[in-house]
Nanobody, 122 residues
Framework: VQLMESGGDSVQSGGSLRLSCAVS????????MGWFRQAPGKEREGVAA???????RYADSVKGRFTISRDNAKNTLILQMNSLKAEDTAKYYC?????????????????WGQGTQVTVSS
């Protein structure tokens, strides 16, 4: 299984970014998928998750600003991030979950990408 994130960049506070995660070597539409982030010196935290039925779950810190979606035909996971804040600065990772539930705990996820850096300046 391979996951490859892209779309990270440096933006001003209030800006938007769209992260993508391309998945290969996996029957994509079986399990939940999630986005996580990790800032220097901090633990990896769940940002958003989506199951195969399209049900979603978000961290309180991003609710109303971030939207997770998946395109099963293209084996792609998307994270649309709007109204970005300096505290959103982190390396963002996509991952495959253990089942079809919208887990937000990193330790429950099995396969990970290498991450893409998002930097938001105030």
């Amino acid at each position: 299984v391979q996951l490859m994130e892209s779309g990270g960049d440096s933006v001003q506070s209030g800006g938007s970014l769209r992260l993508s995660c391309a998945v290969s070597g996996y029957t994509y539409n079986r399990n939940c998928m999630g986005w996580f982030r990790q800032a220097p010196g901090k633990e990896r935290e769940g940002v958003a998750a989506i199951d195969n039925d399209g049900l979603t779950r978000y961290a309180d810190s991003v609710k109303g600003r971030f939207t997770i979606s998946r395109d099963n035909a293209k084996n792609t996971l998307i994270l649309q991030m709007n109204s970005l804040k300096a505290e959103d600065t982190a390396k963002y990772y996509c991952a495959i979950g253990p089942d079809n539930w919208q887990h937000l705990q990193a330790h429950e996820y099995m396969d990970w990408g290498q991450g893409t850096q998002v930097t938001v300046s105030s």
